[in-house]
Every structure is written in structure tokens, then in C-alpha cells.
């Protein structure tokens, strides 16, 4: 079972930033898709984007031109930079991990206006 640990959450004004990463265990981290979803109280939870094993990138139209999903398989680490936060991504963040079908706990961000 992959175990995967998100960091980097917290309270942000809009227009702020924030970068979000998620640790992977294992050794199929390469190998692997891996995605940043959220999820709002009572909603879905929603793809924000994505990131191929061959660095192929995938956006929610939400989010484009504003986030930006990146690996680093030495660290076996992906991360998401969100730049002009706006109040609606307030939303808990969740890492997944497309190979082992796993999910990290977590982590919250919430946009103040």
C-alpha cells in the first residue's frame, strides 16, 4: 500500500499563494500518474490537475494559468503551486496516487477575501 503525506496547506488571502506537496512511499513513484484533487463539504471530490510519468500535465479549467503540478522522482515528491488563490479553492487538497489507487489524508487551504 503507497502512503502518501500532504504538506503546505493553511490560510491565505486572495490573491495569494500557496504550494502544496505530497510525499509518496515506494518505488512506483516514476512509473506513476499522480493528481490534486479537493473536495468542499457536501461536494464531490473534483480533479484539479494531474502529471503523467512522462511529465504530462492536465488542468481543471478552474485552475489553468494559475496552478501548476510538478514531480521530482528523486524525492519522489509532487507538488502544486497555486498562485491568485481565490476564495473559492478554498477546499481540502488531496493527493493521489493513480498506480497503487492511494489517496493522502489531506491537507486544508482555505482563501479569505
Known amino acids: 500500500q503507497v502512503q502518501l503525506v500532504e504538506s503546505g496547506g493553511g490560510l491565505v488571502q486572495a490573491g495569494g499563494s500557496l504550494r502544496l506537496s505530497c510525499a509518496a512511499s515506494?518505488?512506483?513513484?516514476?512509473?506513476?500518474?499522480m493528481g490534486w484533487y479537493r473536495q468542499t463539504p457536501g461536494n464531490e471530490r473534483e480533479m484539479v490537475a494531474t502529471?503523467?510519468?512522462?511529465?504530462?500535465?492536465y488542468y481543471a479549467d478552474s485552475v489553468k494559468g494559475r496552478f501548476t503540478i510538478s514531480r521530482d522522482n528523486a524525492k519522489n515528491t509532487v507538488y502544486l503551486q497555486m498562485n491568485s488563490l481565490k476564495p473559492e479553492d478554498t477546499a481540502v487538497y488531496y493527493c493521489?496516487?493513480?498506480?497503487?489507487?492511494?489517496w493522502g489524508r489531506g491537507t486544508q487551504v482555505t482563501v479569505s477575501s
Open positions: 502529471i503523467s510519468s512522462g511529465d504530462n500535465t
Open positions: 515506494g518505488n512506483s513513484f516514476s512509473t506513476t500518474t
Open positions: 493521489r496516487h493513480y498506480r497503487g489507487n492511494s
